[in-house]
């Protein structure tokens, strides 16, 4: 079928884009931003995963790069929390956060819902440089004369607030911490706004909320997700900032000795803390995997040609975990103290959520049962969510009964259980969105070869690397240690570790294949046809006919294709 | 939008909405293509925002109920009598505000000048009021470092202000425009926008201050 290119806005001003407001053109920022991020995230992740077997090694390199944290060539314990920590904060932020989300979104929601724009297009730019802004903090606070912070993604109480008295990293660095995601949470609340008033507002003619397509209500709820959660986390952060600037004690006990001196504080709580964290951090999860979920309807409905199953079903599924994802902040205290009886209702909860989600995990398998399928790199990646989200996702019903979460919590079955449902679900929800949309976005095709490669040694690699941490969790691993040979008890688990490392940096490697295909597609890549993917939805339509059907309309009998875009009337009757 | 300005387009309503498609949204400015933004959109916009803004607030104050609960450390703040009046001054901004935006609906622009002018100062003396009771608390002893309620005083009155300040960076931007008499239609969502956050950040003080006089 011969199909005229696709049009791209501005594909040859590239560096214009940094200062337009075109929606595809903030996506294209956002989705650079989210690469950097996720190539040093995983940099990172083979620091630890390197010193974790081999915790006395001496690398010249280290001692260049961080002369006080690695004197020597050897990592401190101290900077390998730092580096956790950067980690943790650069793959939640501005990896999970802004790639499904703010790039996709940007990306193709305007575009399905048949508006131009995004409702407040420098509004838009505006939170993309506010994050990127962000994110350079971030990394300023990790250049610190005396490192970078120590308290994990999750900054707890009282580690992050009593100052550099707590450790290098704690002092100039903890604070930028802060401050930069005080930025990213202003960044995603204007991102939240332009979203959710682009859906209620700017719809096309004919298409109602019952025809968005599913991405469009995956992030319409995302972005009301963000709206509630991430003011929580500002307020919370401003407190926090107040704590170790003004004098304040929200957030630290009285009488509180950390080495030898007491802090100056009085009556605050670090439970206080935990609280308004996870009330943004659960949430957060969500924020990060529901835009994934909608992708993936979205793709498995198109690849398997045939329309989504329950449709109504899936929607009310997103909202529903969304609504659920609010009240489930406790189970992530269990044990830290939380009263039992809220312990039981947070875990009743946190159990509830199981139901949407396994209703959209079987429609999504209904979806495909019988269906002609095309397994393009963009399918294998759907289908590949929907694996490691359900194994990811069985481990989480083990974490949300207080029992067994007092064994597992400190132990890397939850490592496991949150890079499986959360990271990898995630990110093989932002490949799959990728592979499809790289011609919305570039006019070109990535390589479906190399491709498929990227997706099964990726695969492999995942559950290769994550697989083994719930059996260390079963040993009783501990996570966030940064050397586990000074244990006896832990020496059954070293080849374990051994194996993760491995695992680990092969399949950081396979990643490279991914980064050539992009770059090499960027330039080389076969010109995109019109609609690539013989898709329903409006970003691959250039008519500007009123939507007269829903967004999964294919496999009609008696039409002349196999599929009818949302603004085409029907032929065949 | 003419620069010429005439009884027909310095008055009136404000533009009305394209009718709806069935089922759809607003669907995109059809005047103004590839601008994105309509009226609806701004609405909807700055509804959002103030369910941000309160969900910022609702985080604040139930950090206060829990700390206080926490300990016996909570000792209740005097309030300083100016915010009484600070709040008095406030609503009368809210209200002169308003009264300015129906007076422009009905085409009278001169006293919409008038009103919004007496809005802004009414807004900018409401600041001004703030800094004088924080200086009185600090006088006093009460400082951010002091007891938790003053911590929590200076945390959600400052949080206030500077919603305000940015409160104000809009309503005088209608200010500058309506003295120019650049407000024609095409600007009527500007005003109605700044109006609807104005009355929101008299909701969001007259609860600050009913915290304060009431439980804290």
Redesign the interface.
Known sequence: METPALKTKGRSRFFAGLASTDHRAVARLYFFLSLLAVVLGILLSLLMRFHLVFPQAQVGWFAKLWPIGAEGGVMTPELYLSILTLHGTIMVFFVLTLAPLNAFGNLVLPEQIGAKQMAFPRLNLLSFWIAAASFAILLASFMGADGGPLSGWTAYAPLSVVGAIAGPGEGLGQTLWFFSIAAFSVSSLLTAINIIATVIDLRGPGMTLMRMPLTCWNWFVTAILSLLAFPVLLAAGALILLDRLGGTSFFVPAGLLVGDQTIQHSGGSPLLWQHLFWFFGHPEVYIAILPGMGIVSHLIANFSRKPIFGYKAMVWASISIAFLGLLVWGHHMFISGLNPYSAIAFSLLTMTIGVPSALKTLNWIATAWGGSLRFTTAMLFALGFVSVFVTGGLSGLFLGQPQLDAYFHDTYFVVAHFHLVMGIAALFGVFAGTFYWFPLMFGRMLDERLGKLHFYLTFIGAYATFLPMHFAGFAGNPRRYSDFTTFDFLAPSMPLQRWITHSAFCLAAVQLIFLWNLFRSLRRGATAPANPWEATSLEWSESESPVVRGPYEYSLPGEARDFLMQNEESRGY | MPRTLTQSNIGGPPPTLPEF????????DRDR??????R???I??II??M???S??????V??MV??RG??N?WHALGLPRILYWNTAILILSSIAIDTGRRLLRRGKRVAFNWFWTVGTLLGSGFLAGQVIAWKQLGERGFY??GN?SS?FFY?LTW?HAAHVIGALGAVMYVEYCALRYQLGPSRRTMVDVSAIFWHFLDVLWLGIMGLFVFWA
């Open positions: 498609p069935p089922g759809g949204g607003g669907g995109d293509p590839d601008r994105g933004g309509s609806a959109a701004s909807t916009g959002v925002l369910c941000a803004s969900m910022t607030f609702a985080a604040f139930s950090a829990v700390r926490l300990n450390d951010m470092a938790p911590a945390v949080a």
